[in-house]
């Protein structure tokens, strides 16, 4: 997906160790979300940023924190990861006119 | 209650049949609606809105029950490459951009 490009694709690390997942897009949108996914519970939303500078929680925020320094980049920081964020994450930025959110390809995040 | 809710699955169907899935939603303020297509270990895709009463793409058809709060997604003459979790999605109408997902249902066409 030339549009949203999510750093690293596989990552494996150990409770209480910290680390970033990185969303950068080329459409020059506004509006850009980080989702989780996990089995028998959908996608559900963890933070979300409006337009550069701006951020708010989404349905599961707690664990996470984000950053939005400019238009392309939305970061994911768990500051200590626990088992329970062992999960999918995907990155997206929404499109407004078609009411799409467009995916980056996912992160897959084991946390032991 | 949950925004959206879908039939378990799964469906595993022989190639040439029709298939139908359904999606309740809780908010009968929704005006939009939407199927995503997610193919396994990979991320979501749009495959249709839904704005009015239904919509109609090739051998894709959803249909809208305002009435009942539910959505049907309709696949005609299934093919192999069909294969995939559907995902129901209803916008939040809290006035935030964001999407509620379903779980999905999965389907697996059989040759």
């Known amino acids: 997906n030339a549009g949203v490009t999510q750093t690293p694709k596989f990552q494996v690390l150990k409770t209480g160790q910290s680390m970033t997942l990185q969303c950068a897009q080329d459409m020059n949108h506004n509006s850009m979300y980080w989702y989780r996914q996990d089995p028998g519970m959908g996608l559900r939303l963890i933070y979300y940023s409006a337009s550069e500078g701006t951020t708010d929680k989404g349905e599961v925020p707690n664990g996470y924190n984000v950053s939005r320094l400019n238009k392309r980049e939305f970061s994911l920081r768990l500051e200590s990861a626990a088992p329970s964020q062992t999960s999918v994450y995907f990155c997206?930025?929404?499109?407004?006119?078609?009411?799409?959110?467009?995916f980056g390809e996912g992160s897959r995040l084991t946390v032991l | 209650r949950k925004e959206v809710e879908q039939d378990p699955g799964p469906f595993n169907v022989p190639e040439g049949a029709t298939v139908a899935f359904n999606c309740t939603y809780s908010?009968?303020?929704?005006?939009?609606f939407f199927w995503y297509r997610q193919d396994c270990r990979k991320e979501p895709k749009l495959l249709m809105s839904v704005y009015s009463s239904g919509n109609e793409d090739g051998r894709f058809t959803a249909q809208l029950n305002r009435a009942s709060q539910y959505i049907s997604l309709l696949i005609r003459d299934s093919k192999l490459s069909d294969s995939a979790t559907y995902l129901c999605?209803?916008?939040?109408?809290?006035?935030?951009?964001?999407?509620?997902f379903g779980t999905g249902t999965r389907l697996t066409v059989i040759p």
């Open positions: 999605v209803v916008p939040d109408q809290t006035g935030a951009n964001n999407l509620f």
């Open positions: 997206a930025i929404y499109r407004g006119l078609t009411g799409e959110l467009f």
């Open positions: 908010n009968s303020a929704s005006q939009s």
